[in-house]
Structure formats: structure tokens, C-alpha cells
């Protein structure tokens, strides 16, 4: 059974998907978990539909993902979820009109647009909690050894490190709430009059709000100011031991990519999306984060 297919009550007889997204995993993280794209509805509306390919799903707890999604829509966060498929794995969506783009890193360079993303972010996170769900840090340090991946230079430094910061989290306690866990900047999205809507919780979690923070300033922060301004933005103060904590969380955001990218490259049947060279990346920037900053002196200051 096809995408289309499976939601007849909503997909026009005969529609063929259109204009689909191509999987992109470097430069850019976009549309790499599965097939996607647009479609005619019953009555001459255009719908998105998503069906999350094998090797991807296994990181998705797919239930929680509809819940967020669903969740995110009722509060016009994000487009609305028509319906979606377990067992095929698929999501309907509505479909934004042309006017929206996915956002890029110059975009959040201007600070208006910059707020607007981060207060995007925190919105979501006053949404009614997910299902508890298995840690994916976890899943994805037992996949590079079954995978057999060939590690970066300085793996085993970076996962001590990686390690010390999961102790102090556990030993700290956090706030928990639903979480994006997928903070790459094509998933949000830029409409008319400054409007934002947040797109594809494949990965949603109940999680450290600032763990969402910290992946986020991954994407766009050149500068400790540049951090600052987005812990000040989000929490309304910009404390040692905020920022200290979404430093923390840039460190394990970027772990956790670098992982999934190699684990992904190791593992996929599409040899044509770059995994490797976004796991990569993400290991480079991880390293660089280690080497700038001095770990333990941020766990003391959280």
C-alpha cells in the first residue's frame, strides 16, 4: 500500500505525490527519515504526507511523535495532523501555503527572527507531557559497536567527557517537558508577519526543556554572546548556571548527531544522503566544544 493509499478519507482519488522532499543530511538536515511530500486532498486542498523509511524508525517512538505533532497543531503551533498510520508509520498533515520557507542560519542572525524561533521552541514545552520513552544516547552508543563504525579521532576522550556531563545532569535533576529533540533549522518554519511553526517530531521526548535550547544554538551561535542572547531570550535571564547548562547540552546535541550520523551511514540502504559527513561534522563540533570549553568548571557553575 502506498503513502496516498493509506488515508483515503482525506487524499484525493488518483493524487500522485508532488514536489517531494529530497533527503538532504549535509549541509542541511532535511526530509532523511523517509518519503515525503505533497498531495491533493477530497476537496482540491493540498495536504503533506510523511512515511518514515526502515532504518530511521527504529530511533522514533512513533506514538509519542503522533502525540506531539497532534498536540503542536491544536495549539497552532505547527500544521495540523489530519491522521496517521502506526503501522505503516505515515503522517498527514495539513500543508503550509508557499508563503512559509524553511528557516537558515542568517535568519536567526537577525535577532527579531532569532527570538521568535526561541519563544517557538519554548511553546512546545508547555504542551501536555509525552509517553516515557528509551533514551536514544543510549541506543546509539550500542549501535556503534554493532555497526562496527569506524569511530572519529578522539572518540573515546569525547564519550568520557560526554559521560561525566550525564552524571552531573542525573546527579542535578532537571525540569522535564515534551521535547522537539530535532532542533535542526529546516524544521522551523517562516511565514508571513514574522510567524513561526515548528515542523517533524519524529524524535519527540519528554526531556530538559534546555536540552531543545542547547541543539538549537548548535545551528546558529558564533559567539558566547550569541549563547547568552538565546538563554536570555528563553529563560528571561541570561544566569552562569543557565548557560552553563545549555553548553552542557550543545556538547551532548552534537555527540548524539555525530552518532547518528556514523550509526546511519553504517547502516542505510540509501548510500546516496550524506550520514557520514554530517556525523562527522557534528564529532568535529563536539571536540571543538570540549576543547574551548572547560567541562568541569560548567558542571560546577550548573
Known amino acids: 500500500m502506498t503513502d496516498i493509499m493509506l488515508f483515503p478519507r482525506y487524499i484525493a482519488a488518483g493524487a500522485r505525490l ?11 538536515n532535511q526530509g532523511v527519515d523517509g518519503r515525503s ?3 491533493s486532498g477530497t476537496n482540491g486542498e493540498r495536504l503533506f504526507v510523511k512515511t518514515l523509511s526502515s532504518d530511521q524508525a527504529r530511533w522514533v517512538n512513533f506514538e509519542n511523535a503522533a502525540l506531539m505533532a497532534g498536540n503542536a497543531g491544536k495549539a497552532g503551533l505547527s500544521p495540523r495532523l ?6 505503516a508509520q505515515s503522517f498527514l498533515f495539513e500543508a503550509l501555503s508557499d508563503e512559509w520557507r524553511p528557516s537558515i542560519v542568517m535568519d536567526l542572525r537577525d535577532e527579531a527572527i532569532g527570538a521568535q524561533v526561541i519563544l517557538a521552541t519554548k511553546s512546545l514545552h508547555a504542551l501536555p507531557p509525552l509517553a516515557p520513552s528509551a533514551p536514544t544516547m543510549a541506543a546509539l552508543k550500542a ?3 554493532t555497526a562496527r563504525v569506524t569511530p572519529p579521532e578522539h572518540f573515546e576522550a569525547m564519550q568520557a567527557e560526554v559521560a561525566k556531563i550525564e552524571q552531573a545532569f542525573a546527579a ?3 525540569e522535564c517537558a515534551p521535547c522537539h529533540m530535532e532542533n535542526s533549522l529546516s524544521n522551523f518554519m517562516l511565514g508571513p ?3 513561526v511553526k515548528t515542523v517533524d517530531f519524529d524524535r519527540a521526548a519528554n526531556g530538559d526543556p534546555l536540552a531543545d535550547l542547547g541543539a538549537l544554538c ?3 551561535c558564533r559567539s558566547e554572546a550569541d549563547i547568552a542572547l538565546a538563554v536570555e531570550v528563553y529563560a528571561g535571564q541570561a544566569s552562569p548556571a543557565l548557560v552553563a547548562r545549555v553548553k552542557l547540552h550543545m556538547i551532548l546535541a552534537a555527540f548524539t548527531w555525530g552518532m547518528w550520523g556514523k550509526v546511519s551511514h553504517f547502516t542505510t540502504d540509501q548510500r546516496e544522503i550524506e550520514y557520514y559527513k554530517y556525523g562527522e561534522n557534528q564529532f568535529v563540533r563536539c571536540g571543538y566544544h570540549i576543547a574551548t570549553w ?6 560546577g557553575e550548573m
Open 18 to 28: 508532488t514536489a517531494p522532499i529530497a533527503p538532504i543530511a549535509h549541509p542541511m
Open 37 to 39: 511530500g505533497f498531495v
Open 82 to 87: 489530519l491522521a496517521y498510520n502506526s503501522d
Open 143 to 145: 549501535a556503534m559497536i
Open 172 to 174: 542535578a535533576g532537571q
Open 193 to 195: 508577519k514574522g510567524a
Open 218 to 220: 548548535n545551528e546558529y
Open 294 to 299: 572547560d567541562v568541569d568548571q560548567l558542571i
